[in-house]
């Protein structure tokens, strides 16, 4: 596709359930990010994929949450045991180098009731 | 440690009139440096980035930015403020140790007042 896409665009869940949230970076990017974005807050990061090494998870808040990146490509982020405090836009972003610019989807906004 | 201060977490201008969205940056390193925008509802977009050419960097829609290593700043200005300009902005350092992260300032929100 010509930009990262998301899925779901909107999740509503119950608290305790498990979620899935989809990105598909731009063909050809090696490095893919997961971020998210609480309300009114700036962008708190959560992991970094680069090619075929092993995944940066040092953001990630929790043992519920994990994701992993298949054929360098598509990338799922799940939360398992979701709480409501994991109500944010989840936001994924691309680059074609480890150092250059990102590109943005449009974020997946989870609210769990 | 690397870090990234935008200074106002609010500015208000009136349309026709300058913006200046402040940014100071902290790193070890030679950062690679961006400005982004978020429209409600939707992804962040690349306005600028400084990559150790030019101090002044020039990007789109009539925004551009100065880099000033003496004063570790990054400001964002633009001499003429639109409507279309109200939106969340995003001052961003990229630091090349290690696995590359980028640091994100916590957003100022621009209002452009009629």
């Known amino acids: 596709g010509a930009g990262v896409s998301q899925s779901p665009s909107n999740k509503v869940t119950e608290k305790g359930k498990d979620v899935e949230l989809r990105c598909d970076p731009i063909s050809g990017h090696t490095a893919l990010y997961w971020y998210r974005q609480s309300l009114g807050q700036g962008l708190e990061f959560l992991i970094y994929?680069?090619?075929?090494?092993?995944?940066?998870k040092s953001g990630l808040p929790s043992d519920r949450f994990s994701a992993e990146r298949t054929g360098g490509s598509v990338s799922t982020l799940t939360i398992q045991r979701t709480q409501q405090e994991d109500s944010a836009v989840y936001l994924c972003?691309?680059?074609?180098?480890?150092?250059?610019?990102?590109?943005f989807g449009e974020g997946s906004r989870l609210t769990v009731l | 440690a690397q870090s990234v201060t935008q200074l106002d977490s609010h500015v208000s201008v009136s349309e026709g009139t300058p913006v200046l969205l402040r940014c100071n940056y902290s790193s070890s390193y030679s950062p690679s440096l961006f400005w982004y925008v978020q429209h409600p509802n939707k992804g962040l977009q690349l306005l600028l980035k400084y990559t150790s050419a030019a101090t002044l960097v020039k990007g789109i829609n009539g925004f551009e930015a100065e880099f000033k290593k003496s004063e570790t700043s990054f400001h964002l200005t633009k001499p003429s403020a639109h409507m279309s300009d109200a939106a969340e902005y995003f001052c961003?350092?990229?630091?090349?140790?290690?696995?590359?992260?980028?640091?994100f300032g916590t957003g100022t929100r621009l209002k452009v007042l009629a």
């Open positions: 961003v350092v990229s630091i090349p140790s290690g696995t590359y992260k980028y640091i």
């Open positions: 972003a691309s680059s074609y180098t480890s150092s250059g610019e990102l590109f």
């Open positions: 994929f680069q090619g075929n090494s092993a995944p940066d």
